[in-house]
């Protein structure tokens, strides 16, 4: 991110009562000075468990939230490009300019899927349980 360092921030909840103590955030570290700038505050915890839920392509920062959005590393409105409440990671191909969805319903199949950068379906592949990570070895 152009010497910086964006976090995904998923905000904590109390378990003991089970309520939210914060909402999620995602915010940008500079790399040079180590300031700290909110580029989006959530006004809930994100609706995605899995572990690899951001990804980012040349100033645009992907994110799954019960469904998969896209939104400038300088802020903004962001873009919700998809509904799928079962997708849990994703990863973006920069050579390619595309990205993976993972996604894992509760019964179905499990699915890997190629989309391009703003979220047109190019092709669905059928994987085993629970697919983790895509890497792209080219």
Not at 7 to 29: A, D, E, H, Q, R
Not at 40 to 45: A, L, V, Y
Not at 56 to 73: F, Q, V, W
Not at 101 to 125: E, F, Q, V, W
Request: net charge negative.
């Amino acid at each position: 991110a152009q010497g910086n360092v964006l976090i995904l921030c998923k905000g904590l909840t109390n378990y003991n009562t089970y309520t939210v103590v914060s909402n999620s955030s995602i915010v940008k570290l500079d790399a040079s000075s180590y300031a700290v700038s909110t580029i989006k505050s959530f006004d809930h915890q994100l609706a995605c468990y899995g572990e690899n839920v951001m990804t980012y392509n040349n100033g645009t920062i992907y994110y799954l939230d019960g469904g998969t959005y896209r939104i400038s590393e300088n802020g903004g409105s962001e873009t919700k490009l998809m509904d799928d409440a079962n997708a849990y990671g994703i990863s973006f191909d920069s050579e390619e300019n595309e990205f993976w969805l993972l996604s894992a319903p509760y019964s179905g199949t499990h699915t890997a899927a190629l989309y391009t950068s703003d979220g047109t379906l190019i092709k669905s592949y059928n994987v085993g349980n629970y697919p983790k990570m895509v890497i792209c070895n080219k």
